[in-house]
């Protein structure tokens, strides 16, 4: 299942979403290029969704999950990769 949090993180005059998988990146990618968000959104464990994409990730299927719920998804699946973490 893809998850997407509702558009609050600021940068650049934007607002900004976390879209997740808690099935596999490959689930994850598969979602964002349908999306079309380019491989340079990929942060990690998550893409970086612009508020204007929210909406078409929610038709596309994507589950609204409050913002705090991104991390425990990821850390249940074991697909968490931390800052700290570079591998």
Known sequence: MVYVDPPAWP????LWSHLVSDVSYAE??????????PPRAFDRDHY???????????????????????????RTANLRRPKHSVS
């Open 11 to 14: 940068y650049r005059d934007r």
């Open 48 to 74: 970086d969704l612009p508020e204007n994409r929210f909406a078409m990730a929610v038709w596309l299927g994507a589950r609204v999950v409050p913002s705090r719920e991104i991390a425990r998804l990821l």
């Open 28 to 37: 994850l990618h598969v979602f964002a290029e349908m999306l079309g968000s």
